[in-house]
């Protein structure tokens, strides 16, 4: 598709439930970012894949948080038994080429809201 | 955590004056972007400038890059009531993983 598709747009769990979101990127683009935005302002980088390969996983928090990008499937972030500092809206990116000059397009985000 | 700094926070207008954000980076950097983030809603694209150029312009949008002072400015002219929302600057390191590293914004508003 010509935009970056996020699924659900809400998702409410209680606390130590497992969340799972999904990103289908525009179709073309090989790199797919995730971040985080706590309280509507710092995003937060967490993983970037190439392909179905992870290109950077610097941000992911060790425990607790994983992600795919699956051929023929949406990208996925999922996280274990989640805690009350998970609230937040996730963003997936995707961009052409992971290089200079390259502009990421963004999806509207998953709000998750851990009760 | 965050390397970029935005200033004002927050900013109120009228319609038709012109906006300047501000936003300050630490580290060495490939490119600067601006996005904009309507409430509720990702965020768009609206420029990027590259560490080798000084100013750039799109329709209403100038931005200004000055490396030594590791700083850029987004000028909106002619604002409109559209134009309200949160806007953000975004680097990529040279030499790095192209992940970007955002400032915290400044939420603007114009008044109609």
């Known amino acids: 598709g010509e935009e970056v598709a996020q699924t659900p747009k809400h998702l409410v769990r209680g606390e130590g439930q497992k969340a799972k979101l999904y990103c289908a990127p525009i179709k073309g683009h090989s790199y797919v970012f995730w971040y985080q935005q706590v309280l509507k302002n710092e995003f937060k980088f967490l993983i970037s894949f190439q392909n179905e390969n992870v290109f950077d996983e610097t941000g992911m928090p060790k425990e607790r948080f994983s992600a795919k990008c699956l051929p023929n499937s949406p990208c996925s972030l999922e996280i274990q038994a989640t805690k009350l500092e998970d609230s937040a809206v996730y963003f997936c990116?995707?961009?052409?080429?992971?290089?200079?000059?390259?502009?990421?397009?963004f999806g509207d985000g998953t709000r998750l809201s851990i009760l | 955590s965050q390397q970029g700094e935005e200033d004002p926070q927050a900013l109120s207008i009228q319609e038709g004056e012109n906006a300047t954000m501000n936003c300050s980076y630490k580290?060495?950097?490939?490119?600067l972007q601006w996005y904009r983030q309507n409430s509720g809603r990702g965020l768009v694209h609206l420029i990027l400038i590259r560490s080798n150029e000084r100013e750039k312009h799109s329709g209403r949008l100038r931005v200004t890059l000055d490396t030594s002072k590791k700083s850029s400015s987004l000028l909106i002219t002619a604002s409109r009531a559209a134009d309200t929302a949160s806007y953000f600057c975004?680097?990529?390191?040279?030499?790095?993983?192209?992940?970007?590293?955002f400032g915290q914004g400044t939420r603007l508003t114009i008044n109609p």
């Open positions: 580290t060495s950097i490939n490119n």
């Open positions: 990116a995707s961009s052409r080429r992971n290089v200079a000059n390259q502009p990421q397009h």
């Open positions: 975004a680097t990529d390191r040279v030499q790095g993983a192209q992940k970007l590293v």
